[in-house]
């Protein structure tokens, strides 16, 4: 049974995009970090008590906590942790 022109393309497309996730190809500019990597980071931060927590900010301000957060000793984390604590009262208990 002859496959159609179209089917054959798929099929093309498919192997070239698993051959590409298969890679690691390099994603905005980064290399893409093994899976086993990934998982230990997750575990690490769980034992600090660390969870992801996203937000949408202006890009001028998104630049700015960039260019602080190169010199913060812990990195961005570090420093919005930082301002938030400065920022945020004491909870009441």
Do not use: W, Y
């Not at 498919?14 to 997750?42: C, N, V, W, Y």
């Amino acid at each position: 049974m002859a496959m159609k022109k179209t089917d054959l393309e798929k099929n093309k497309a498919l192997k070239l995009i698993h051959t590409m996730k298969q890679s690691g190809a390099d994603r905005f500019g980064k290399g893409a970090a093994p899976t086993a990597d990934r998982r230990e980071q997750r575990r690490l931060d769980q034992e600090k008590g660390l969870v992801p927590f996203a937000c949408k900010l202006n890009v001028d301000l998104v630049a700015r906590l960039k260019t602080r957060a190169e010199s913060h000793p812990d990195g961005m984390t570090g420093l919005l942790t930082d301002l938030l604590e400065k920022a945020l009262p004491p909870d009441a208990q």
